[in-house]
């Protein structure tokens, strides 16, 4: 039993076809790109329920390059969508900082209100009114 991952680009093929026709004539494309590169029949492709229903749903209409997985067995071909399993790529450091920066942020706006009508902390804080003689100077 062979496993090999393809990527078929679906675009290329959707891109001259009407656009009434493109939902049918889609999954026939695929089965007949995986017999190309497996070798074998088209009759003899199996593609899975949940290949097709991703092929009907999204594929046709977006013409993303479609990443499949396919087993050979016996002279037949399985296909199924490809799911990565390994393990979440890292996040680079300035994403993560940024990430707290904006979820502090989010925080403390939340415990606000709705901002129009507060005092800036600092101001709060003296007890400076917003409007008064002791008014903050602008920067």
Known sequence: ???ILLTINLRKFLMK?????????????VRDRIAHYTKT??????????????IVKFYSKS????????KLE?????????????AAKPENAKAKEF??????????RKGKGNGRNQQPPAAAAKGVEKNGNNALPHK
Not at 19 to 25: F, P, Q, T
Not at 63 to 70: E, F, G
Not at 74 to 84: L, S, V, W, Y
Request: no cysteine; net charge positive; glycine share 6%.
């Open 1 to 3: 039993m062979a496993e």
């Open 17 to 29: 076809q009407e656009r009434n026709k493109r939902l049918r004539r889609t999954a026939g494309y």
């Open 41 to 54: 029949q088209p009759e003899n492709v199996i593609i899975s329920q949940a290949l097709n229903n991703a």
């Open 63 to 70: 013409m993303l390059p479609l990443k499949l997985s396919v």
């Open 74 to 86: 016996g002279g037949k071909a399985t296909a199924t969508q490809f799911k990565e399993t390994g």
């Open 99 to 108: 990430k707290k920066a904006y979820n502090k942020l989010i925080a403390a």
